[in-house]
């Protein structure tokens, strides 16, 4: 089992829909959970990021983390096409310098 | 300004030539990374220096060597080039702190013919 899931999609919505994003995770040590947008031949820049469990709130975009069921998820209202993006979930426990990456969810936005 | 840079952005070279990648941060960062996307577009995580010291090293072969001239500066050689190092290198910075929000670059394209 790999230490962090996320399925790779592609996932299309038509514009305007709400989009949820999960990925789940098996190492209970995370502690810092976030979530990356990454478009076509660009770095990957950060959207949300959360301690813990519970939600956070920014915008089009709501993060929660659950970690009794080591699940997380993102939620984007009021999808638009310029969401279109590989969307990744990352983490890691305290003190830790390096992230766990999923390997993203590529997420279309139908116009 | 470019917060994380790297150049070059396209690079193409034939098996067994020795490369660099360079990479800068302008944000004050006290840590720099070395992440390597395959073609599924998985990250992970190469190398981190922070102060000149390495601290990560995932199981990365020892033809791969991370330089830091300063802080501000993380250079990846790479010896004796392989087909299989064809990938997409990302630099990023993060600051010690409240968890650790990484800045990227925007990523160096390395084909190996």
């Known amino acids: 089992q790999k230490e962090v899931e996320q399925d790779p999609g592609p996932l299309s919505v038509p514009e305007g829909a709400i989009v949820s994003l999960n990925c789940t995770y098996s190492n209970s040590a995370f502690q810092y959970f976030m979530w990356y947008r990454q478009y076509s031949r660009k770095g990957p820049e950060l959207l949300m990021y959360t301690y813990s469990s519970g939600n956070k709130e920014d915008g089009r975009f709501t993060a929660q983390v659950d970690k009794s069921s080591k699940y997380i998820s993102l939620f984007i209202r009021d999808s638009q096409p310029s969401d279109s993006a590989t969307y990744l979930c990352?983490?890691?426990?305290?003190?830790?310098?390096?992230?766990?990456f999923g390997k993203g969810t590529h997420l279309i936005i139908q116009p | 300004d470019t917060a994380v840079s790297q150049t070059p952005k396209y690079l193409v070279t034939q098996m067994g030539n020795d490369k660099s990648i360079k990479c800068e941060q302008n944000l004050g960062h006290d840590t720099m990374y070395w992440y390597k996307q395959d073609s599924k577009k998985f990250l992970k995580i190469m190398f981190s220096y922070n102060n000149k010291e390495l601290i990560i090293n995932e199981t990365v072969p020892n033809r791969f060597s991370p330089k830091s001239p300063d802080k501000a500066h993380l250079n990846l050689h790479i010896n004796s080039l392989e087909l299989g190092d064809s990938a997409v290198y990302f630099c990023?910075?993060?600051?010690?702190?409240?968890?650790?929000?990484?800045?990227f670059g925007s990523g160096t394209r390395l084909t190996v013919v």
């Open positions: 990352a983490m890691s426990p305290i003190g830790a310098d390096g992230l766990t």
């Open positions: 990023a910075s993060s600051q010690e702190g409240f968890g650790r929000a990484y800045t």
